[in-house]
């Protein structure tokens, strides 16, 4: 089982819809969450940090459940400028290098 | 801000050749990695830095080496460049192990 796993997609929706994105880890130490967006051929960009009480910016929703172990992103009233590559990224506490890790995205494509 | 710099964009290397990417912060991070992406795969580590003369492993290190001889600068090193180090090669620091990535733009490696 890979450490850090994501719906691959695509998600294609039209605009104004709502999405959500669920990203499962293995790690039960993981202790810092993130969301990154990346266009294509672009390097990966931070989206938003993940906390455990939940976190919104704008349009974005992000909420952390450990119990399950996942995190999600949810998008309300999708752009077409939302198109893009979605990572999440899990690291355990007090550790870097071999323990961040990716998962391999999930694309979204939103249509006119 | 310039942020994180890294030179080449694009490199054709033949194989057996050795090239060396530049990469360059100045946010004065301590932490600094290479990452290489290929399809379907998600970012995966190859070496990372905790600071100015430390480097470590990630988790494909094998034909790559590293150093750190400045908290600015982490060259990644090619030492004998193979087909299957075809990839985009991503540079990344941030100012903590838990913190946020800073990504660089990227050098899209092709090993004919």
């Known amino acids: 089982r890979k450490e850090v796993e994501q719906d691959p997609g695509p998600f294609n929706v039209p605009e104004g819809a709502t999405v959500a994105f669920n990203c499962t880890y293995s790690?039960?130490?993981?202790?810092?969450f993130f969301w990154y967006r990346q266009d294509c051929r672009k390097e990966p960009k931070l989206l938003m940090s993940?906390?455990?009480s939940g976190n919104e910016d704008g349009r974005f929703t992000a909420q952390l459940n450990r119990a399950s172990q996942y995190i999600s992103l949810l998008i309300r009233d999708s752009k077409l400028s939302d198109s893009a590559t979605y990572l999440c990224v899990v690291t355990p506490r007090g550790e870097y290098g071999n323990k961040l890790v990716f998962g391999a995205g999930t694309i979204l494509r939103v249509k006119s | 801000n310039a942020g994180v710099t890294q030179t080449p964009k694009f490199q054709v290397l033949k194989t057996g050749q050795s090239m060396t990417l530049q990469c360059a912060q100045d946010m004065n991070h301590e932490y600094m990695s290479w990452y290489r992406q290929d399809p379907g795969m998600g970012l995966r580590l190859i070496h990372y830095s905790v600071g100015a003369g430390i480097t470590d492993q990630g988790e494909v290190p094998n034909g790559y080496n590293v150093s750190r001889s400045t908290t600015e600068d982490f060259p990644l090193r090619l030492l004998s460049a193979a087909p299957s180090q075809t990839s985009v090669y991503f540079c990344a620091s941030s100012y903590s192990y838990n913190s946020p990535l800073h990504f660089g733009n990227g050098t899209r490696l092709t090993v004919t």
């Open positions: 993940v906390y455990s």
């Open positions: 790690n039960s130490a993981s202790q810092s």
